[in-house]
C-alpha cells in the first residue's frame, strides 16, 4: 500500500526549497551559473520527464523539480530519494532527500562532473572538491542564510556521506 501522507510531506519538503530559490534571485542565478540547476515551469519538466522516459519503465512515480542546461531533470521519487536523469537517458539517485539534495548540489556543484568519483574513497572525494572553486562574496552571504534557513549540511565529510549513501542505494 502507497504512504501518500508520506508523498504529500516529500513534496511539500521539496517545494520548500523551490519556493525559497524562487524567492532569491541571487540563489537562483548561483544555482543556475554554478551548479547546473535550474526550475522550470511544472508543465516544462513534466514534457521534459516525458521525453526522457519515452520507452522506459519505471517502478515507482517520479516528480520532477529542476533541469540542467543539458537537458536532463531532476526527480524526487515516491520514496523521497532524488533521482538525475540525462539528457542521452543515463538515470541514477543521488540523494536519500531534498535536503540532502541541496546540500550535495550546493557543496559539489555540478553533479553530472562527479560521475566517475569512487565513493568508496574519502581522499578522492575530497581532493574532487578541492577543485571546486568557492561562491564569490557576491553570493557567500546569500549562500550562507539558504544553507542556514534550509538546514542544510556543510561539512564535506558529512556531505561526502550524504551523496555516497545517495548514490549507493
Known sequence: MKNTDNEVFVKENVQEFIDRIKSDSHIAHYL??????DIEDSEQLEDDLAFLLEGA????K???FGCDGCG??????EDGRVGYIDSEG??????????????ILLCCRMLSDWSDVDFDSLDEFMECLED???PSNNYKER???????CGLETEPEKVYELFRKGVSL
Request: aromatic letters at 14%; proline letters at 2%; glycine letters at 6%.
Open 90 to 103: 543515463s538515470a541514477g539517485f543521488a540523494a536519500m532527500s531534498a535536503r540532502d539534495f541541496f546540500s
Open 72 to 77: 536532463g531533470v531532476y526527480v524526487l521519487a
Open 143 to 149: 549562500i550562507a542564510k539558504f544553507v542556514s534557513d
Open 57 to 60: 519503465r519505471c517502478g515507482m
Open 132 to 134: 571546486k572553486s568557492t
Open 32 to 37: 543556475s551559473a554554478e551548479c547546473d540547476f
Open 62 to 64: 517520479l516528480t520532477p
